[in-house]
């Protein structure tokens, strides 16, 4: 039997692939590029308004991004002008208080309905996803009247009470528990665990990655609240910092520079729990991509 034969690959073609394959890499870097700019395009703008001097256009065409000289007057100017650090602490409070809370009643409404068997536990599923495709106003005003009834209009509670359920984590906390292997749970209960036990030392940390992510949205969420706090907030003291901003719009009029500088300030505690919670977030994206 004859050995088989060995095809030799010419040095041209070896040059060839080894250049096709450095074509595509450029190709992909640049579109990862695009796409990046994209994305921080808008925030290098704001950045870039909120340091430029007065004497520098904003608004010129095309953008001119480098301030000359940069300057850091506007910022202190949004922070005199109105009390921002009272609403930054307001912010601080709203998300400190439900984010925690909303992770924990996520999580107990969501275990039940993927793992425990109860008459009903379909309709109560769809319950939750139905609620999920209700514009958030529809529930303004039907959220404003309970407040009334319970005289706590005006107060931090209010807007406290209706953020710490959400249709959004239920379900996905719920897809989560799904993937527990079933063996996994009973293997458990025969070994004398309740379901309390389960829930706590099995299934909450397998869904630490969901759980992350959850609690980015959430932030963001409570940060960035606006409108609830709008309808049933009527004393400064409690804003929040979107609501605070807002207010700095009224104050300073069209002061571009000022509003800016405060948007960007506001900014900052996002990014900073972004970047720490970031490694959950990718930890989440392989298992969905492994799933």
């Not at 000289?69 to 202190?76: E, I, K, L, M, S």
């Not at 909450?204 to 907030?233: D, K, M």
Request: no cysteine.
């Amino acid at each position: 039997m004859s050995a088989p034969a060995v095809r030799a690959v010419s040095p041209s073609k070896g040059r060839a692939r080894s250049t096709g394959w450095y074509v595509r890499r450029v190709l992909l870097y640049l579109l990862l590029l695009a796409i990046a700019a994209v994305f921080i395009g808008p925030f290098l703008i704001l950045l870039s308004a909120a340091t430029k001097p007065a004497t520098q256009d904003v608004f010129s065409f095309p953008p001119d991004l480098l301030p000359r000289p940069p300057v850091g007057d506007y910022f202190v100017e949004a922070w005199t002008t109105i009390p921002y650090g009272q609403f930054l602490i307001n912010s601080v409070i709203y998300v400190v208080v439900i984010v925690p809370i909303y992770l924990v009643v996520s999580a107990l409404v969501a275990y039940p309905l993927a793992r425990i068997a109860f008459r009903g536990r379909g309709f109560f599923f769809l319950l939750f996803l139905s609620i999920m495709f209700l514009p958030g106003e529809l529930m303004l005003i039907p959220r404003f009247l309970v407040m009334s009834q319970l005289q706590l209009t005006d107060s931090y509670t209010a807007v406290i009470l209706p953020a710490i359920l959400s249709s959004l984590g239920i379900f996905l906390l719920r897809q989560t528990f799904l993937q527990i292997p079933d063996e996994v749970i009973e293997a458990a209960r025969v070994d004398g665990a309740n379901e309390f036990m389960i829930f706590a030392r099995i299934a909450v940390p397998i869904a630490a990655p969901t759980l992350a992510v959850l609690a980015i949205l959430g932030f963001i969420s409570v940060w960035n609240s606006f409108i609830w706090p709008l309808v049933v907030l009527t004393s400064q003291s409690k804003f929040p910092i979107a609501l605070g901003i807002a207010y700095l719009t009224g104050v300073s009029g069209t002061d571009v520079r000022g509003l800016a500088a405060g948007t960007v300030i506001s900014l900052v505690p996002v990014i900073i729990v972004f970047l720490i919670l970031q490694r959950h977030i990718l930890a989440s994206m392989s298992g969905a991509v492994k799933g």
